[in-house]
């Protein structure tokens, strides 16, 4: 069964500062990849997603992803955080032609002043 | 063009009661798939509709069941509402011409169980 890993529970960083917020996933084959943020109260807004090609991926807001295939991870950056990114992170992984969208427990981040 | 929209926002419900959840998708999506979030246990992928089919289900007892109708607008019930099935559920669209595989979610239906 697909499974999505996302060990930190809980991140803090300064405004400014880098960010990477680790993802795992387990499945046979390369499945498509993406991460959603969420604000307290909303729905989750992609950020960014893998299919095929360059494993280097850009989305929204500056955040930008690696997909490396040895280590099945997908790991989301941001180089300098800003006050508003403060949400929480959501991996998620998905089968080609299947909607059966599988998350991660998802990654709080506090963005301290 | 208009998102997902999900009705009502919030409600408050007693247990052993049942309720039912609306959801329009992105005009053009002809799937829609309805999760459940609790602190606890995260996002859990309750099931999917497409041309009113469901396609897949997640592990949830039959008291959570859909439906989807010809103009994909789908709808979720739980009968018999127990304490835990307080929740934020969550609906999602795909599947327009332009399908890249990725779920638009709506804002979701915060339960509350009393």
């Known amino acids: 069964a697909q499974s999505v890993t996302q060990p930190d529970i809980h991140i803090t960083v300064s405004e400014g500062a880098s960010l990477e917020l680790r993802c795992n996933y387990s499945?046979?084959?390369?499945?498509?990849l993406f991460w959603y943020v969420q604000s307290p109260g909303q729905g989750l807004q992609l950020l960014l997603k893998?299919?095929?090609?360059?494993?280097l991926v850009q989305g929204i807001k500056g955040f930008e992803a690696e997909f490396k295939r040895s280590q099945s991870s997908f790991n989301l950056r941001k180089p300098s955080v800003h006050w508003s990114d403060a949400a929480e992170y959501f991996c998620?992984?998905?089968?080609?032609?299947?909607?059966?969208?599988?998350f991660g427990a998802g990654t709080r981040l506090t963005v301290k002043p | 063009k208009a998102g997902v929209t999900q009705t009502p926002r919030y409600l408050i419900k007693t247990r052993g009661q049942q309720v039912t959840l609306s959801c329009s998708p992105i005009?053009?999506?002809?799937?829609v798939s309805w999760y459940q979030q609790t602190p606890g246990q995260g996002l859990q992928f309750l099931f999917e509709?497409?041309?009113?089919?469901?396609?897949n289900k997640g592990n949830f007892p039959g008291r959570f069941s859909g439906r989807q109708f010809s103009n994909s607008r789908s709808e979720m019930n739980v009968s018999t509402l127990e304490l835990g099935d307080s929740a934020l559920y969550l609906c999602?669209?795909?599947?327009?011409?332009?399908?890249?595989?990725?779920?638009?979610f709506g804002e979701g239906s915060r339960l509350t169980v009393l």
């Open positions: 999602a669209s795909t599947g327009g011409l332009s399908n890249t595989g990725e779920l638009f």
């Open positions: 499945y046979g084959a390369t499945p498509y």
């Open positions: 893998y299919f095929s090609g360059d494993t």
């Open positions: 998620a992984v998905v089968r080609y032609n299947n909607n059966d969208m599988r």
């Open positions: 005009s053009g999506h002809r799937s």
């Open positions: 509709y497409f041309s009113e089919t469901q396609r």
